[in-house]
Nanobody, 119 residues
Framework: QVQLVESGGGLVQAGGSLRLSCAAS????????KGWYRQAPGKERELVAT???????NYEDSVKGRFTIFRDNAKNTLYLQMNSLKPEDTAVYSCNYHYTYILREYDYWGQGTQVTVSS
């Protein structure tokens, strides 16, 4: 079982920055692929960025060059640094841990944190 708790959301003006955090507790954290997803009102949830257990990262095209996903393994915390924020980045952001262990898939989600970017 894995518990994920996000923090760091809020209201920011366009062009500003926010850093989201996702504190994790539980087992097998190190083998998980970790990610940030977002869901805007009336839209489907979309992938923002992922980081594998080996450290490889992947970003959705609209956030490349503006957002950075990184982790602190000692603190069991995942981060999303968001710079040059745009109104279209407004959404509920959720962290996700996903791994396969003994042929079974595990998928855990945080409760989400609201990010609102004003124009």
């Amino acid at each position: 079982q894995v518990q994920l708790v996000e923090s760091g959301g809020g209201l920011v003006q366009a062009g500003g920055s926010l850093r989201l955090s996702c504190a994790a507790s539980g087992r097998l954290l190190s083998i998980a692929t970790k990610g940030w997803y977002r869901q805007a009102p009336g839209k489907e949830r979309e992938l923002v960025a992922t980081i594998t257990s080996g450290g490889s990262t992947n970003y959705e095209d609209s956030v490349k060059g503006r957002f950075t996903i990184f982790r602190d393994n000692a603190k069991n915390t995942l981060y999303l640094q968001m710079n040059s924020l745009k109104p279209e980045d407004t959404a509920v952001y959720s962290c996700n841990y996903h791994y396969t262990y003994i042929l079974r898939e595990y998928d855990y989600w945080g409760q989400g944190t609201q990010v609102t970017v004003s124009s």
